[in-house]
C-alpha cells in the first residue's frame, strides 16, 4: 500500500507540474473562436451607450448579471446602455458574450458620482441686484429650485451661478436655493438686505429665566437707535420701570449684531439691595453660562453675543444671539447688573436685576400689516 500511494502521489506531482510549465502547451486548453475586436464599456457616472465588437462562428448572445446595465446584440456588436450612477462608489458587472459553445467574458465599469461645489451653506448680499458665482464639478445632471422669485440659480460644466434681483421692500428677506444631483442634495441659504432694512423697525428682545425651577419666557420691546455716529440697541420696560441703551456694533456685509459685555448700559432706580432702601445705580450688561454659574459671569469686555439677521418664512426679521466661549464655558445669558461705579467691578455691585437665557429678537409686525417672505 506504501508503494501505490508513494506512486499515486508522484503521478499527481507529475501532472501538476507539466500544467504549470510555461513551455508546453496544454492540449485539453481549447481557445475560443469568439474572439474581441474592440470594447467599450467603461462609463462615467452619467451611464450612456457603449459597444464590444468580436468575431464570431456564428451567431451570438449576451447576458449581462446587471440591475442598472442592459445588453442588446446588433450582429457581431453588442450594444452596452448604463444608467446613471448616483452614488460616489463606483460599481461593475460581467459581460458575458456566446456564440455555440464558445464565450468571452469582458467586465463592464462605472465610475462613482462625482459632485463639489465650492459655496457656502448661507450667504448675505446687499440690496443691489447681483449675482455670485462658485466653483463646480459634477458628473452628473444636476436639479435646481429656489423659494422665491427674486432669487435665480443655473450651472454649467464648472460654474454655479446664483442671481438676486435689486430689493426695493424696505425689509430683510431670506430664500433658499435648493440642488441635488444623484444621492446628493442641499442648498445655499441667502439673505438680502442693509442696516437700513433693520434699524427703524420694532422689536422684542426674548429669552427665558428660571423661576421656581422652571423656565419661563421673557420678553421687552426693543429698537435701534442712533446717537453720534454710535449704534444701540434700546431695550425699555414701563412695568419693570427700566429703559436701556446697550450699545451694538453692525456688520452690514453679513447682517451681523454684536453685543459686548461690561458695557454701562443706563440706570436704575429702586430697592436694588432688597433692603427696601431706593437706590440709583449704574446698570452694566455682564453674560454668563449657566452650566457654569456664578463662577462663569464676564465682567470685562471678553464677552460677546452676535447674530446675522434673517427674514423667518412668516416675514419677520429675526436675530439669535449666540455667546462666545469665556472662562471654560459657552455663553447663553445676559445678567444685568447694578453697581454704584463708573465702571463695573466686585467692589462696586450691589445686585442683580435681570437674567435672560438664550436671547434673541424677533420684529413686532404691527396686526393691521401683512408681511410675507417674498
Not at 128 to 133: C, L, R, S, V, Y
Amino acid at each position: 500500500m506504501k508503494y501505490l500511494y508513494s506512486m499515486l502521489m508522484l503521478l499527481i506531482t507529475t501532472f501538476v507540474m507539466v500544467g504549470c510549465s510555461d513551455d508546453t502547451e496544454n492540449p485539453y486548453v481549447m481557445e475560443s473562436q469568439v474572439q474581441v475586436l474592440k470594447a467599450n464599456v467603461l462609463f462615467g457616472a452619467k451611464g450612456g451607450e457603449g459597444s464590444v465588437e468580436v468575431s464570431a462562428p456564428g451567431a451570438i448572445t449576451a447576458t449581462l448579471n446587471s440591475s442598472w446595465a442592459v445588453a442588446t446584440v446588433e450582429g457581431k456588436t453588442v450594444k452596452v446602455v448604463a444608467q446613471p450612477n448616483e452614488n460616489a462608489n463606483g460599481r461593475s458587472t460581467r459581460l458575458t458574450i456566446k456564440s455555440g459553445k464558445d464565450s468571452t467574458q469582458l467586465t463592464v465599469q462605472q465610475t462613482g458620482l462625482v459632485f463639489s461645489l465650492q459655496a457656502d451653506p448661507s450667504i448675505v448680499v446687499g440690496d443691489q441686484a447681483g449675482e455670485k458665482q462658485y466653483s463646480l464639478e459634477h458628473s452628473n445632471t444636476l436639479n435646481i429650485s429656489t423659494t422665491a422669485d427674486w432669487l435665480t440659480a443655473s450651472y454649467d460644466d464648472d460654474k454655479f451661478t446664483v442671481k438676486y434681483t435689486q430689493n426695493t421692500t424696505g425689509r430683510v428677506r431670506t430664500a433658499k436655493v435648493n440642488y441635488s444631483s444623484g444621492n446628493v442634495s442641499n442648498s445655499i441659504v441667502v439673505t438680502q438686505g442693509t442696516l437700513a432694512d433693520i434699524i427703524d423697525k420694532s422689536y422684542l428682545l426674548v429669552g427665558t429665566f428660571e423661576a421656581n425651577g422652571q423656565q419661563r419666557g421673557i420678553e421687552f420691546p426693543a429698537n435701534f437707535v442712533q446717537e453720534s455716529g454710535k449704534l444701540f440697541l434700546h431695550v425699555s420696560s414701563t412695568s419693570a420701570g427700566f429703559d436701556w441703551k446697550i450699545p451694538v456694533t453692525f456688520e452690514e456685509a453679513n447682517l451681523k449684531l454684536s453685543l459686548k459685555s461690561a458695557n454701562n448700559v443706563g440706570t436704575f432706580t429702586g430697592d436694588i439691595k432688597g433692603d427696601g432702601t431706593s437706590m440709583t445705580a449704574n446698570v452694566f450688561l455682564l453674560m454668563y453660562s449657566t452650566k457654569g454659574g456664578g463662577k462663569s459671569i464676564v465682567s470685562d469686555d471678553s464677552g460677546i453675543f452676535s447674530g446675522s439677521f434673517f427674514a423667518a418664512k412668516t416675514g419677520e426679521m429675526n436675530c439669535n444671539l449666540d455667546g462666545n466661549e469665556a472662562n471654560g464655558y459657552r455663553l447663553d445669558s445676559f445678567l444685568f447688573a447694578a453697581a454704584t461705579g463708573a465702571t463695573f467691578s466686585a467692589d462696586t455691585f450691589v445686585g442683580s436685576l435681570l437674567s435672560m437665557k438664550d436671547p434673541f429678537l424677533r420684529e413686532v409686525i404691527p396686526a393691521s400689516t401683512s408681511v410675507k417672505a417674498k
